[in-house]
């Protein structure tokens, strides 16, 4: 049997708690109630032969291989759909189930190829496996009656094959489709012999509903479905476990290694966030690792207009080191600053922000967290007293009524999003609230109770219309407030809440959303047992992002749904480690584990471990920084992992800042957008090539595991260790773990973490301490963190960016599926065939009105900018909304972006641009330039042997 195969119990574990006890072939065993017989047998050693069940799904007893004996009873059951009971006496292996299963076997060999030696799953086949656990050695029908075996082969999806000539009909992948991802697209068609496995009427798999997820591949016992990469290189000999290093969900993968070379990832059945599980992303978009475009060797100039030249590692850190401290001997210690990167390791992000205090000696560092989720630092902290989520993704399976705000999980974090649908199909009630018709509202099986498709901007009048209701209609949960919170915010916020202009009727008249509706969704929620809130961009995004978040802890507070399993607030983050960047002291004002630099007792503590006198002063969070660069004041920036000059808004103000500076570093796999304006490039490691940790949407500390070694040459966290030494600060880890001890030292949530611990566990989520030794999955248990629950008022202020006759219409971006954020790893890769372009959304309406016809090219024009984009005529937006992603950098999309911000945090506007759109014929000026500067950027000087 393959070595790196994950063990398979046969079926789905019994939640049941009691045990009974059975016995089996004659020795006991003690199971939950409920277990199959075939999974009991499993747990205690006793492998029975199946084929149709699998542990991932329901089982179905079509293969009839699992067949036991089961004394007092007559005949044969099948072992995955017979419950065991107290008592139960089983025998697996008889003289009559080994004829029986035998049989079965050899009518599958009869209809299925013999050509195991060159088959792509020779010895990863269950087929093969089980043809050699029944004995069966001759099949008597011969080979030669009518068969399958001359069927097509659907190759249409990049990344596996689909061989019909295989296919066992045993129904797994459908049920893996249907159960596990939540997308109903296969489907058994045909009957009897004519039976198969079908992506869709006359559909190759490419253009089927199937979103690539992986489930039915990884389901499939034979080699009908199989991974093109195992085609091409073969099985794996050994595998390492490790997490994907794309989105906030944190899936576990095993990494299945053919000597050094990565041939598949597997998602991990012990991954608490995933349980076995995966995305197209995580599951096959990891190619980028090994792309052309990556760059290997550390690169300098003088100036932005020169090439690119490529030096060894040691010249260009004492090249960059050189140039920080001439910086900040003419303009000071303040002139030059980090941004910490949430697709890096704990460790690596620790180290810069270490690197800023000490080695520059100040606290001007920020992470890419500015431009997402600071607002939910800032309102869950200032609410509840913690700067993170309440709830493990577990926790939906207990919720009664699920609330999605301003998120798309089946784009963004789709993991969770078919955790989310199982619970729905079960029966939980869904409510979401987004401008967009989002997967999420009507899918198979899947229908939103209501979808409040307010106008971008309108929020925060939603969640206080949602209060009011509740409020006023006796639905708020008075016995929690009155034991949890503080009454005096309770009442403040209580006659905020119930004057009219929060009543649904006048909200109705800034949001675009009937009055009734939102009375309606309001009641659902106020009435639920357990009310769970899930929150992403669309909610942080926004001139009133920290606003919005203490108004959704507001109403969980209110209804009493905060601190047990099945309710809470919970931020999808999204990027991989986007939780972790915050927790590690990236902000400018915080230090480790969210705490004040401006506090002496923390300070002193970091100081004495450190070495240094740390500045109690806050240091520049980015806008700032781009504003001081504007100004002539800010000069200098390592920007580890990191496409400012992309994802950040208003791009002409960004490139402005970026061309004012004399120095800036750019630590990353490829040449992006940002250096375009750099001076220095040291090429980065991908997740394949680090060790250490991601902290996940939950909480969670998952364990990265190095794979290969670093490709470029250099751990990245020695990278900046280095950079520190050559800067005068003596920098001096052995190894990420050493780090990461460090981390555990000196802050108080990490107090217990360590990799061995982790190594141990699995992993974690913190608090991980004395208190919670085994951490803390569910926060504010009994009381909240900061005491007493907070109350805020959120009285809605509207953004300054406005609609009006030149711009009368409002553009919101948001993601897709298959390509990630600023597109750097998913454009390297086959993704690219799903979305290889940012298309723009007009509602039918809106393009008729101006001559736009769908797939042709459209202005795009807001106050800062304008771009051109293809145009996607659909109902999905509404009319007078507009909506793009912002996956391409020669889209541009926020070249129209603006400079507005969250109020408390500066977290940028993103969702809400008053534009126009028009027909167009050409790229814009921006665009043309883009195109010129990509050339630019490819000039690299080598030096000759
Ligand atoms: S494709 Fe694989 S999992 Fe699906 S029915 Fe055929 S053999 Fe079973
Ligand atoms: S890859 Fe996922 S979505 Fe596609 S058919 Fe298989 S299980 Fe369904
Ligand atoms: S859901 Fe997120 S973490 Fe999981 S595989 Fe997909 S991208 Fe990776
Ligand atoms: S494994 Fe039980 S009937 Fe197929």
């Not at 991802?181 to 496995?197: C, D, K, M, W």
């Not at 927790?583 to 007792?601: C, K, Q, T, V």
């Not at 979305?835 to 042709?856: C, W």
Request: charged share 25%; proline share 5%; with cysteine.
């Amino acid at each position: 049997m393959n070595k790196t195969r994950q063990r398979d119990l046969g079926t789905p574990a019994s939640p049941a708690e009691e045990r009974v006890q059975i016995e089996i072939d004659g020795l006991p065993a003690t199971v939950n109630a409920g277990t199959s017989i075939l999974r009991a047998a499993r747990e205690s050693g006793v492998d029975i032969p199946k084929l149709c069940a699998t542990d991932s799904v329901k089982p179905f007893g079509s293969c009839r291989l699992c067949l036991v004996e089961i004394e007092g009873r007559k005949g044969y059951p099948a072992s995955c759909t017979t419950p065991v009971e107290a008592g139960m006496k089983i025998r697996t292996q008889t003289e009559a189930l080994s004829t029986l299963r035998r049989n079965v076997m050899e009518l599958y060999i009869s209809d299925h190829p013999l050509d195991c030696l060159t088959c792509a799953a020779n010895g990863d086949c269950e087929l093969q496996d089980m043809a050699g656990a029944v004995g069966l050695r001759d099949v008597r029908y011969g080979y030669d009656g009518e068969n399958h075996l001359d069927a097509p082969v659907d190759a249409s999806n990049p990344y596996f094959q689909f061989d019909t000539s295989k296919c066992i009909v045993c129904s797994r992948c459908v049920r893996a489709c249907d159960e596990v991802q939540g997308t109903f697209a296969l489907t058994i068609e045909g009957r009897g012999f004519n039976s198969r496995v079908s992506a869709g009427i006359s559909e190759d798999f490419l253009d089927s509903e199937c979103v690539s997820c992986g489930a039915c591949v990884q389901a499939c016992p034979t080699a009908t479905l199989t991974e093109k990469s195992i085609v091409d290189h073969g099985q794996p000999d050994h595998a390492v476990v490790t997490t994907c290093a794309y989105c906030g969900v944190g899936c576990s993968f095993q990494a299945e290694m053919k000597g050094d070379q990565v041939v598949r990832m597997t998602p991990y059945k012990d991954g608490e966030a995933n349980h076995g599980h995966s995305c197209v992303k995580g599951r096959f978009a990891w190619g980028y690792a090994s792309h052309r475009d990556r760059v290997m060797k550390p690169m300098i100039r003088d100036n932005t207009s020169d090439p690119w030249r490529e030096v060894e590692w040691e010249e260009a850190i004492q090249y960059t080191a050189d140039r920080f401290k001439a910086i900040q001997e003419e303009y000071g210690r303040k002139s030059i600053g980090g941004i910490t990167s949430s697709r890096c390791t704990n460790e690596e992000v620790y180290v810069v922000q270490k690197l800023v205090r000490t080695a520059m000696g100040n606290n001007n560092v920020d992470t890419c967290a500015r431009v997402c989720h600071s607002p939910t630092g800032y309102g869950l902290n200032t609410t509840l007293g913690t700067s993170a989520g309440t709830q493990p993704f577990d926790s939906v399976m207990d919720a009664d009524v699920i609330v999605v705000i301003g998120a798309n999980p089946t784009a963004g974090h789709p993991v969770f999003a078919s955790q989310m649908k199982q619970r729905v199909r079960e029966g939980a009630e869904l409510i979401v609230v987004d401008p967009r018709e989002i997967g999420l509202v009507r899918s198979p099986h899947i229908e939103a109770a209501h979808h409040l498709n307010l106008l971008p901007g309108t929020n925060v009048p939603i969640v206080n219309a949602l209060a009011h209701v509740i409020v006023s209609e006796g639905l708020a949960d008075e016995a929690y407030v009155k034991e949890r919170c503080d009454l005096e915010s309770w009442e403040s916020w209580k006659a905020m809440i119930l004057r009219p202009e929060n009543s649904p009727e006048e909200v109705a008249k800034v949001s675009g959303v009937d009055a009734e509706k939102i009375r309606a969704a309001a009641r659902l929620f106020g009435n639920a047992r357990n009310g769970a809130i899930y929150y992403g961009l669309g909610v942080t995004e926004h001139s009133q992002g920290s606003t919005m978040v203490m108004g959704m802890a507001n109403l969980a507070m209110a209804t009493g749904n905060i601190g047990r399993s099945g309710v809470g607030v919970n931020p999808l983050r999204g990027q991989n480690n986007v939780q972790g960047a915050c927790d590690m002291g990236s902000f400018p004002h915080e230090l480790a584990g969210y705490r004040h630099i401006s506090g002496e007792e923390v300070r002193t503590q970091f100081e004495q471990h450190w070495g240094v006198t740390i500045d109690p002063e806050p240091g520049f969070r980015i806008p700032n920084m781009f504003d001081a660069a504007c100004a002539g004041e800010f000069k200098g920036m390592y920007i580890q992992g990191e496409d400012v000059a992309q994802s950040d808004p208003d791009t002409h103000h960004v490139e402005a800042a970026l061309s004012n500076m004399d120095c800036i570093v750019v630590q990353d796999l490829f040449l992006n957008e940002t250096a375009k304006f750099a001076h220095v490039f040291l090429p980065g490691t991908s997740f394949l090539e680090k060790n250490g940790t991601f902290i996940n949407a939950e909480r969670r500390i998952n364990r990265v595991r190095k794979v290969m070694e670093p490709q470029q040459g250099k751990d990245e966290w020695l990278i900046t260790q280095e950079l520190a030494q050559a800067m005068g600060y003596n920098m001096n880890y052995a190894s990420a773990a050493g780090i990461m001890d460090e981390i555990a030292e000196l802050t108080p949530t990490f107090k217990n973490v360590s990799f061995d611990f982790l190594d141990k566990v699995g992993s974690v989520q913190w608090p991980c301490n004395d208190d919670a030794p085994m951490g803390t999955p569910i926060m504010h248990i009994d009381q909240f963190v900061r005491g007493k629950g907070l109350f805020v008022e959120t009285e809605y202020v509207p953004t300054e960016e406005r609609t009006n006759r030149k711009f009368p219409l409002l553009l919101t971006t948001g993601r897709i599926l298959s390509q990630y954020n600023v597109g750097a790893q998913t454009r390297r890769t086959d993704n690219n065939v799903w979305y290889g372009e940012d298309l723009l959304e007009v509602h039918p309406s809106d393009a008729e009105m101006r001559g736009i016809r769908d797939g042709e090219m459209v202005a795009l024009a807001s106050r800062k900018g304008d771009i051109t984009l293809r145009a996607k005529i659909t109902t999905r937006v509404k009319p007078g909304v507009v909506y793009t992603t912002f996956h391409n950098p020669e889209t541009g999309a926020n070249v129209v972006t603006t400079e507005y911000a969250d109020w408390a945090t500066d977290c940028p506007e993103y969702k809400v641009t008053a534009v126009q759109i028009a027909p167009a014929s050409r790229r814009s000026e921006w665009q043309e330039g883009f195109d010129a500067r990509a050339k630019e950027q490819g000039r690299i000087e080598r030096p000759v042997d």
